[in-house]
């Protein structure tokens, strides 16, 4: 019933549309009613993510599957998301983009002089005992946490700013030294490291990247371990805090005018 009805006045937007987007999600229930509404129009699936692994409904998933066909194409943020999706699609890579203008405006460092800081951005997936682990043989590193609700007390060294603006995340993530992704996956799951928009602003500032061994990127800058054996933190910690900071670590980082562009040459090519 939620998907046969749309009110008046989006209906009438559809009709006049050269293209629909759908968002991965609920959205998907509208996909038949859209292509009745307007069987011209373009219809551009934006998924970001697996209908499983954030807990869709049945439906919701059994009507992915249904529709996945019906679309003109389907823009993913990582390759392996696509190759997980229904079969029937018209699948195309088009990477995350960032807003690169906030950094570069962040000119003023938040740190004392002389320190050494780390910082992690976001709960999905955060893994609080690796970061507890490398807080406690780094004691002369601060770990600041963005977006993280910390359980129970936080060692003396770690910092729990909550959530904070973009423009303060911006300044505390290039100047950091090292930048955490301490994501605690497994397989099914690794798609949505992959895609990680912090991966992208980390890199953009320059900074190693402490992370998973099982996440496959390569843009030069991270410094991986392991989520089943024992890691040396310690040795893992001072490779960081050693490693360069190479401009090449911003190759192909797209911003998001370039996904715009991209997005809409997978519908309408130039």
């Given amino acids: 019933l939620y998907g046969r009805f749309l009110p008046g006045f989006v209906a009438q937007k559809i009709k006049d549309a050269d293209l629909v987007v759908v968002e991965s999600g609920t959205p998907i229930a509208f996909v038949p009613l859209l292509r009745r509404l307007n069987p011209k129009a373009k219809l551009l699936y934006f998924c970001r993510d697996l209908l499983l692994s954030v807990g869709a409904a049945p439906y919701l998933c059994e009507t992915e599957r249904r529709v996945i066909g019906l679309f003109d194409s389907i823009c993913v943020p990582s390759r392996r998301l696509g190759e997980m999706l229904p079969s029937g699609g018209k699948v195309n890579f088009v990477p995350q983009g960032i807003e690169g203008a906030a950094f570069d405006k962040a000119e003023a460092s938040p740190y004392a002089p002389g320190s050494r800081n780390a910082v992690a951005v976001g709960d999905m ?9 490398m807080a406690s043989v780094a004691p002369e590193v601060t770990f600041h ?11 003396a060294n770690i910092e729990v700013h909550g959530e904070q603006s973009f423009e303060t995340l911006a300044a505390y993530i290039r100047h950091a030294d090292i930048g955490l992704a301490p994501y605690k996956v ?3 799951e690794v798609y949505l ?22 996440i496959p990127v390569s843009r030069g800058n991270e410094i991986t371990y392991s989520l089943d054996a024992a890691n040396d933190w310690r040795a893992i910690i001072d490779t960081a805090l050693g490693w360069p900071h190479d401009r090449s670590y911003r190759l192909g980082i797209l911003s998001w005018e370039d996904v715009a562009a991209q997005t809409l040459a997978t519908v309408f090519p130039q």
């Fill in 125 to 133: 997936l955060f893994d609080q005992a690796a970061v507890e682990q």
């Fill in 145 to 155: 946490l963005f977006g993280i609700k910390w359980r129970g007390e936080a060692p």
């Fill in 186 to 188: 497994n397989t099914s």
């Fill in 193 to 214: 490291a992959e895609s990680s928009l912090k991966l992208l602003q980390y890199g953009y500032c320059l900074l190693p990247v402490v992370l998973p061994d099982i």
